[in-house]
């Protein structure tokens, strides 16, 4: 009997341990999201099937996911959540070649650039204007000297190619789209160090040197395109392999990954409003979680969203950059939370509010933060017009109950804003039954103050209301 109650109480002290384990926490189940579709649709062999992702909008709104698959680029419709499909596909220039595995892309204008390390690779140019119906591969613009590209930055008409082959140039090219978005310019490039990727804000350069000890992030004066200077640098210690970065809204933070397994690899956040003198202010990790990879952070507003390779998509509110409180969260790899370069790649954040993210072996997911369970429909009794309703309680704290009626079908948008405009919520934004609709808004991540929440239907429908959080 004692042998036996021995045995239960050992087995109990398991069970606690692992319940309390950080590797498993993120099979406890996702906070704060819900899924609107898993898309795999080119799978291989591989242990890389899919790499980056990124995202168009198109002038009439439609959002486009667009994802690097092994074969190639495919470019997904996603404004219809219960109709996400693929509308197009560009094949590889060197289908089946190993190097296949890292493909990046960004868009500028109607046009999609995409770039990979397959030797001779160039840049593929594909025009998007004549989605939803096709994409046209215009095809493969190779500049003298260039074979292949780590990763592609955007701002404005250039074009930034990072990493690319030795002899073109392992630093940073600008490509120039001013003239023809079909035939780029070569222009000019620093190669001082090898970059990783880059950020480019307001013609300055942030570079990532992540293989170039002792791990350093680099400024450039971009304004002379055809003559970049160095401004300032940093070793992006500790544990410095800095992968990518992203500023925050204001400019005086930016925020850097490391990409490696030991220690796992966190993201940073630094105070460059003193480039003679940037300091480390923070690090974070994901929620109870010490054993991920980071890999690459975007940030929109004061949202940072960061695709943490076996830990999923992560949301963090960056309001205040040097206290980052994530909010929400979708594991696309839970089978596991170790440290390793498998699972969530790239993220992208659309105007709608969607959430993209593209894992390396189950491809592109579609999210959007908050939980369709708060919503409720009642349908028993059609209204006659259109309506919005004042939230109740109000004021509240957190959470409060936004109403309103729809007289037949159509396609709802309703978003929060703050004082100064910033959107820091979408409720919904989908096509919905005439009724009755209501739902539960949590906003105990934002400060107190007063918001404002506007519903916009496609009828033409528009009405704003006011609320106030007290804390």
């Known amino acids: 009997m004692r042998i036996q109650r021995s045995f239960f109480i050992v087995i109990f002290l398991i069970g606690l341990a692992l319940i309390n384990n950080d590797e498993l926490y993120a099979q406890l189940g996702n906070s704060n999201t819900y899924l609107i579709r898993n898309l795999n649709g080119h799978p291989t062999a591989n242990q890389y099937q899919y790499s980056a992702c990124w995202g168009y909008v198109a002038p009439n709104g439609r959002e486009y996911a667009i994802i690097g698959c092994q074969p190639g680029t495919a470019f997904i419709d996603i404004t219809d959540?219960?109709?996400?499909?693929?509308?197009?596909?560009?094949?590889?220039?060197?289908?089946?070649?190993?190097?296949?595995?890292?493909?990046?892309?960004?868009?500028?204008?109607?046009?999609?650039?995409?770039?990979?390390?397959?030797?001779?690779?160039?840049?593929?140019?594909?025009?998007?204007?004549?989605?939803?119906?096709?994409?046209?591969?215009?095809?493969?613009?190779?500049?003298?000297?260039?074979?292949?590209?780590?990763?592609?930055?955007?701002?404005?008409?250039?074009?930034?190619?990072?990493?690319?082959?030795?002899?073109?140039?392992?630093?940073?090219?600008?490509?120039?789209?001013?003239?023809?978005?079909?035939?780029?310019?070569?222009?000019?490039?620093?190669?001082?160090?090898?970059?990783?990727?880059?950020?480019?804000?307001?013609?300055?350069?942030?570079?990532?040197?992540?293989?170039?000890?002792?791990?350093?992030?680099?400024?450039?004066?971009?304004?002379?395109?055809?003559?970049?200077?160095?401004?300032?640098?940093?070793?992006?210690?500790?544990?410095?392999?800095?992968?990518?970065?992203?500023?925050?809204?204001?400019?005086?933070?930016?925020?850097?990954?490391?990409?490696?397994?030991?220690?796992?690899?966190?993201?940073?956040?630094?105070?460059?409003?003193?480039?003679?003198?940037?300091?480390?202010?923070?690090?974070?990790?994901?929620?109870?979680?010490?054993?991920?990879?980071?890999?690459?952070?975007?940030?929109?507003?004061?949202?940072?969203?960061?695709?943490?390779?076996?830990?999923?998509?992560?949301?963090?509110?960056?309001?205040?950059?040097?206290?980052?409180?994530?909010?929400?969260?979708?594991?696309t790899y839970p089978n596991a939370n170790a440290p390793q370069e498998l699972g969530c790649w790239g993220v992208y954040m659309f105007p709608s509010g969607k959430i993209i993210g593209s894992d390396t072996q189950t491809g592109l997911y579609v999210i959007k933060i908050g939980n369709p369970v708060g919503i409720n429909t009642n349908n028993g009794n059609i209204p006659e017009d259109y309506s919005l309703k004042q939230n109740y309680p109000n004021p509240f704290n957190p959470s409060t109950t936004i109403e309103y009626s729809l007289p037949k079908s159509s396609y709802v948008n309703l978003k929060v804003y703050n004082m100064l405009g910033e959107q820091v919520a979408m409720l919904t934004d989908e096509v919905e039954q005439a009724g009755v609709h209501s739902i539960t808004y949590d906003a105990g991540n934002l400060p107190s103050g007063v918001y404002y929440y506007t519903l916009k239907t496609n009828t033409g429908f528009s009405e704003s209301k006011k609320m106030m959080l007290v804390k």
């Open 81 to 331: 959540s219960a109709n996400v499909h693929e509308v197009g596909f560009v094949a590889s220039t060197a289908p089946g070649n190993s190097n296949n595995l890292w493909r990046e892309m960004k868009v500028y204008s109607h046009y999609a650039y995409l770039v990979s390390e397959v030797p001779n690779s160039g840049v593929q140019i594909v025009d998007l204007q004549y989605l939803p119906d096709s994409v046209h591969y215009l095809g493969k613009y190779v500049v003298s000297g260039h074979s292949s590209t780590h990763s592609i930055s955007q701002s404005g008409p250039y074009l930034y190619l990072n990493g690319c082959n030795a002899s073109f140039g392992q630093g940073v090219t600008i490509l120039d789209l001013t003239s023809n978005p079909e035939a780029p310019v070569r222009r000019g490039s620093w190669n001082t160090q090898y970059v990783h990727d880059c950020r480019v804000v307001n013609d300055t350069i942030w570079t990532c040197n992540i293989y170039n000890p002792p791990g350093t992030v680099t400024v450039l004066n971009g304004s002379n395109k055809d003559n970049l200077t160095f401004i300032a640098n940093w070793v992006n210690a500790p544990n410095q392999f800095p992968h990518n970065c992203a500023l925050s809204l204001d400019h005086h933070h930016i925020f850097t990954t490391d990409e490696t397994t030991n220690p796992p690899g966190k993201l940073k956040v630094w105070n460059i409003q003193n480039l003679s003198n940037v300091t480390l202010e923070t690090s974070w990790q994901p929620t109870n979680l010490t054993t991920c990879v980071v890999h690459n952070v975007e940030v929109y507003g004061n949202i940072a969203v960061i695709a943490h390779y076996e830990a999923g998509i992560r949301i963090v509110n960056v309001t205040n950059p040097t206290s980052p409180v994530e909010i929400a969260w979708y594991d």
